[in-house]
């Protein structure tokens, strides 16, 4: 009697996984490589979010090509070489594309492990120039370059009336990359002359040092290329010394918790560059993710940049709709030549045969009184 | 001369907390020979606790802000500490006996299992510390505007410090620590109970480290999960600075490695601040190997 009841189990055991086998074979897998631990956590935990949801309301729609999408999500940790670990793994799971990550060391630690694999990858924060001129043909971003961004901030800083311009970054790749490109057309520039030019420690917490030095220079407005934490308390630092000076920040300061970290007073009238947001868009595509945003999470959606991988995961999922196929030759055509002014949720979508994102993206934001993030007129 | 003090008195807030943080890695070397990588973490912990006692019980509205803050920070350091004994216990005790490359890599563990508690926890954003706690004053010593806070850091790091000393020098806890540093096995014979001093170094460390965790909260305002990864870096190379294992060098080195980083970040290039900081280091222990105030052991063999 106990031999057969092993028996009958074993078997529904394995019809059980059979079955599950089956329901495997039947969805669509899109990798998700965003950085679940590290410093960036809060940018991937994010982008997860953003990425499940979109899935959600595309499974509860009927799908894709009549099967359910499924996400593979797997952690970058914010860190190049398990970044690689990472798109080993991912390659081996039988995914139709993959979407990530943040930063762009990471993804460039990414690239050529998915490139091997003949596998489409659409990055949402990496804005390196370099990352797309690899020639790799199946590589697509949703952010804007960095050269792009610098052209902006010149003309931003031209049309403000400055004069005497500091510019600080933070040594990181990207961030260094914006300062030199800003001081290289800044110095093409006759009416506009740099001040002062210098980098500091992220995650120092103690600006004090760069504020009075930066302050002895006198510039009439200060250009920092780096990330929301360092911005948000050189705001802070610079009310607490009554320096009462213009900051101009660049897209890695778009965070709502910079005026967390600043607080109202000192955040009040921080200018920064960015892609606009989804809360500033009146297309019905950013109205409808905004509305299932917050019934799931009760919250707006963080940073830009996790909005960003929500564009990647509808420009995937909208060229395996129209091509009718996962193969990543054909839809990757499709995403270079035919995937035209697609509504996403930061705009209009398309992308050049680089895998770069066509059309000038960038907004100009102010910090208003009560702390929110004003877009201003073009 | 204006940047000058104000850049020294910076420095030294801020080597205050290097200091704190630092001695509860040269407590521990000493006796246990041990580098506890983990703490950085609790000090990261210590400054997590306090935000959350701050927010949740509104110490500094019932109390007033000076003694608020005060019992937090004592409440801070005896949870702190608490944890502290709890991790010697599951961590380091049972490798006692094994090899010290094993308590290390332990160690290392256990600064990823915090690290990722707290952001299982508090969440992966950056933490912000109520902004209104301390009136924001100035205070003017000799025509200089010097921020109350930064003098509050420093104040209640040298008074920490100097009660450590003191207790260390005139206890006979104290008495039975530094014996237990010296050595262990006639520590021992001579009637020392040998785990209850390590019992007592690990409530003591962990204790000054999540006081150091309150202290860049209420002077900076914002607290991260991975924060003390680079706090621990820099204490634990002011301890080396001072001597590893002895405890007035690291409160010299903290307060020195400061001062230097601040100096090296107002005359020379910010972009090289850190650099400036290990060359100094590096100049240092070529002269004097064992740091600042390190013992020249004689080794007989």
């Given at each position: 009697m106990i031999g057969k009841s092993v028996k009958s189990m074993v078997l529904t055991f394995l019809v059980l996984t059979f079955m599950c086998g089956l329901g495997w074979a039947g969805t669509i897998k899109i990798g998700l490589m965003c950085?679940?631990?590290?410093?960036w956590a809060s940018e991937g935990q994010d982008m997860e979010q953003i990425v499940e949801l979109l899935a959600e309301d595309l499974n509860a729609q009927g799908g894709l090509l009549g099967k359910d999408v499924e996400i593979v999500v797997s952690d970058d940790g914010g860190d190049p070489r398990t970044a690689a670990l990472s798109a080993q793994r991912l390659s081996t799971m039988g995914i139709a594309g993959v979407i990530g990550t943040y930063g762009s060391s990471v993804t460039e630690a990414s690239q050529n492990i998915f490139d091997d694999f003949g596998i489409i990858q659409i990055a949402n924060g990496s804005t390196a120039i370099r990352l797309t001129n690899k020639g790799l043909e199946k590589f697509f971003r949703t952010c804007p370059r960095d050269d792009e961004q610098g052209k902006v901030a010149v003309k931003t800083i031209d049309n403000m009336g400055f004069k005497r311009v500091a510019i600080l970054h933070d040594n990181t790749t990207y961030a260094k990359g914006l300062a030199e490109e800003a001081k290289k057309l800044l110095a093409d520039n006759d009416h506009i002359d740099v001040v002062f030019y210098d980098a500091m420690t992220p995650k120092?917490?103690?600006y004090n040092a760069i504020l009075m030095k930066m302050k002895a220079a006198k510039p009439d407005m200060v250009f920092f290329t780096g990330y929301y934490p360092e911005a948000g308390l050189m705001l802070r630092q610079k009310m607490e010394m009554n320096w009462n000076v213009p900051f101009l920040g660049g897209d890695a300061t778009n965070n709502p918790q910079l005026v967390e970290i600043a607080g109202k007073d000192a955040a009040k009238d921080f200018y920064f560059l960015s892609p606009p947001v989804p809360q500033d868009l009146d297309t019905p595509e950013a109205a409808n993710f905004l509305k299932s945003y917050k019934k799931k999470y009760n919250a707006e959606p963080g940073s830009v940049w996790a909005v960003l991988s929500g564009d990647g995961f509808l420009a995937l999922t909208t060229a395996i709709k129209n091509t009718k196929s996962t193969d990543p030759d054909k839809v990757a055509a499709y995403l270079h030549t035919?995937?035209?002014?697609?509504?996403?949720l930061t705009g209009k979508i398309s992308f050049d045969n680089q895998g770069d994102r066509v059309g000038d993206l960038y907004r100009l934001y102010r910090v208003d009184a009560n702390g929110a993030f004003v877009l201003q007129p073009k | 001369m204006e940047l000058f003090f104000q850049q020294l008195t910076n420095g030294l807030a801020v080597g205050g907390i290097y200091a704190l943080i630092a001695l509860g890695y040269t407590m521990v070397y000493g006796v246990?020979?041990?580098?506890?990588?983990?703490h950085g973490d609790l000090f990261t912990i210590g400054a997590y606790l306090g935000l959350t006692l701050l927010t949740a019980m509104g110490l500094t509205e019932t109390l007033g802000p000076v003694i608020g803050i005060l019992v937090l920070a004592v409440m801070v350091m005896g949870l702190v500490a608490i944890i502290g004994v709890i991790l010697e216990r599951v961590a380091y005790k049972p490798l006692r006996g094994a090899d010290r490359l094993a308590a290390v890599v332990s160690a290392l563990g256990a600064s990823i299992f915090f690290q990722n508690a707290v952001m299982l926890i508090y969440g992966a954003r950056f933490r912000v510390y109520p902004h209104d706690i301390l009136p924001k004053v100035a205070v003017s010593i000799l025509g200089l505007e010097i921020p109350l806070i930064r003098i509050i850091i420093l104040a209640t790091s040298l008074l920490l410090m100097g009660a450590l000393y003191f207790f260390v020098q005139k206890t006979k806890t104290g008495t039975a620590i530094r014996a237990a540093a010296i050595d262990q096995g006639a520590a021992k014979l001579m009637g020392i109970n040998v785990n209850r001093v390590i019992s007592i170094v690990f409530l003591i460390g962990p204790a000054l480290g999540g006081a150091a965790g309150v202290m860049v909260g209420m002077y900076y305002g914002q607290v991260n999960f991975t924060m003390g990864w680079m706090y621990g870096l820099k204490a634990f190379i002011a301890a080396i600075l001072g001597g590893i294992g002895n405890i007035p060098g690291a409160m010299l080195g903290g307060l020195l490695l400061g001062v230097i980083e601040a100096m090296g970040a107002a005359y020379l290039s910010i972009a090289w601040k850190d650099a400036i900081a290990f060359v100094v280091l590096i100049l240092i222990l070529i002269v004097r190997p064992t740091g600042l105030l390190g013992e020249r052991v004689a080794e007989k063999v």
């Amino acid at each position: 009697m106990i031999g057969k009841s092993v028996k009958s189990m074993v078997l529904t055991f394995l019809v059980l996984t059979f079955m599950c086998g089956l329901g495997w074979a039947g969805t669509i897998k899109i990798g998700l490589m965003c950085p679940l631990t590290g410093s960036w956590a809060s940018e991937g935990q994010d982008m997860e979010q953003i990425v499940e949801l979109l899935a959600e309301d595309l499974n509860a729609q009927g799908g894709l090509l009549g099967k359910d999408v499924e996400i593979v999500v797997s952690d970058d940790g914010g860190d190049p070489r398990t970044a690689a670990l990472s798109a080993q793994r991912l390659s081996t799971m039988g995914i139709a594309g993959v979407i990530g990550t943040y930063g762009s060391s990471v993804t460039e630690a990414s690239q050529n492990i998915f490139d091997d694999f003949g596998i489409i990858q659409i990055a949402n924060g990496s804005t390196a120039i370099r990352l797309t001129n690899k020639g790799l043909e199946k590589f697509f971003r949703t952010c804007p370059r960095d050269d792009e961004q610098g052209k902006v901030a010149v003309k931003t800083i031209d049309n403000m009336g400055f004069k005497r311009v500091a510019i600080l970054h933070d040594n990181t790749t990207y961030a260094k990359g914006l300062a030199e490109e800003a001081k290289k057309l800044l110095a093409d520039n006759d009416h506009i002359d740099v001040v002062f030019y210098d980098a500091m420690t992220p995650k120092e917490q103690d600006y004090n040092a760069i504020l009075m030095k930066m302050k002895a220079a006198k510039p009439d407005m200060v250009f920092f290329t780096g990330y929301y934490p360092e911005a948000g308390l050189m705001l802070r630092q610079k009310m607490e010394m009554n320096w009462n000076v213009p900051f101009l920040g660049g897209d890695a300061t778009n965070n709502p918790q910079l005026v967390e970290i600043a607080g109202k007073d000192a955040a009040k009238d921080f200018y920064f560059l960015s892609p606009p947001v989804p809360q500033d868009l009146d297309t019905p595509e950013a109205a409808n993710f905004l509305k299932s945003y917050k019934k799931k999470y009760n919250a707006e959606p963080g940073s830009v940049w996790a909005v960003l991988s929500g564009d990647g995961f509808l420009a995937l999922t909208t060229a395996i709709k129209n091509t009718k196929s996962t193969d990543p030759d054909k839809v990757a055509a499709y995403l270079h030549t035919k995937l035209k002014d697609m509504p996403g949720l930061t705009g209009k979508i398309s992308f050049d045969n680089q895998g770069d994102r066509v059309g000038d993206l960038y907004r100009l934001y102010r910090v208003d009184a009560n702390g929110a993030f004003v877009l201003q007129p073009k | 001369m204006e940047l000058f003090f104000q850049q020294l008195t910076n420095g030294l807030a801020v080597g205050g907390i290097y200091a704190l943080i630092a001695l509860g890695y040269t407590m521990v070397y000493g006796v246990m020979k041990l580098i506890n990588f983990a703490h950085g973490d609790l000090f990261t912990i210590g400054a997590y606790l306090g935000l959350t006692l701050l927010t949740a019980m509104g110490l500094t509205e019932t109390l007033g802000p000076v003694i608020g803050i005060l019992v937090l920070a004592v409440m801070v350091m005896g949870l702190v500490a608490i944890i502290g004994v709890i991790l010697e216990r599951v961590a380091y005790k049972p490798l006692r006996g094994a090899d010290r490359l094993a308590a290390v890599v332990s160690a290392l563990g256990a600064s990823i299992f915090f690290q990722n508690a707290v952001m299982l926890i508090y969440g992966a954003r950056f933490r912000v510390y109520p902004h209104d706690i301390l009136p924001k004053v100035a205070v003017s010593i000799l025509g200089l505007e010097i921020p109350l806070i930064r003098i509050i850091i420093l104040a209640t790091s040298l008074l920490l410090m100097g009660a450590l000393y003191f207790f260390v020098q005139k206890t006979k806890t104290g008495t039975a620590i530094r014996a237990a540093a010296i050595d262990q096995g006639a520590a021992k014979l001579m009637g020392i109970n040998v785990n209850r001093v390590i019992s007592i170094v690990f409530l003591i460390g962990p204790a000054l480290g999540g006081a150091a965790g309150v202290m860049v909260g209420m002077y900076y305002g914002q607290v991260n999960f991975t924060m003390g990864w680079m706090y621990g870096l820099k204490a634990f190379i002011a301890a080396i600075l001072g001597g590893i294992g002895n405890i007035p060098g690291a409160m010299l080195g903290g307060l020195l490695l400061g001062v230097i980083e601040a100096m090296g970040a107002a005359y020379l290039s910010i972009a090289w601040k850190d650099a400036i900081a290990f060359v100094v280091l590096i100049l240092i222990l070529i002269v004097r190997p064992t740091g600042l105030l390190g013992e020249r052991v004689a080794e007989k063999v």
